[in-house]
């Protein structure tokens, strides 16, 4: 069967259930329903075509064939969880992101100067906004530093 035709997280699934022995308290680890979880067990039975793991009692002993697949499902799940948060990591050194900040004009004074220096920690291109206008507090710290942080884009009355 090719991976395509395959949905990922019902291996995710499989080592809660393998982890837990129970069908209960994998549903509970991975905060899903009982129900979800006997559904996504019969469809990794369906792909393995193997019952995967069998009742005793109240505890899921894993099947020989669980037994040989859990060391490699376990390293692929970690591999996918470092590729995602190497994905997702901030880095301020190269980051070319946009932020934008809504707060009332009141909070200007008091919150968009301590942003400055984050933004001088930020080599590249890091650009913010404020739904409200520039408080004066900001537009002369930034006047100072030679640099304008933030530029009004216009009022949100909510």
Sequence with gaps: MHISRVDLNLFVVFDAIYAEGSITRASQRLNLTQPAVSHALR?????????????????????PLARQAVATVREALQRREITLNKANRFDPATATKRFTVGMRNHLEPAVLPSLIPARELCVSQVAG??????????????????????????????
């Design 129 to 158: 906004a404020c739904l409200r206008g520039a408080g004066s507090a900001l537009a002369s710290a930034a006047k100072e530093r030679g640099q304008y942080l933030f530029r009004r884009i216009g009022s949100y009355n909510g």
């Design 43 to 63: 469809r990794l039975r369906q792909t393995f075509e193997d019952p995967l793991f069998e009742r005793r009692g109240h505890t899921m002993i894993p099947t």
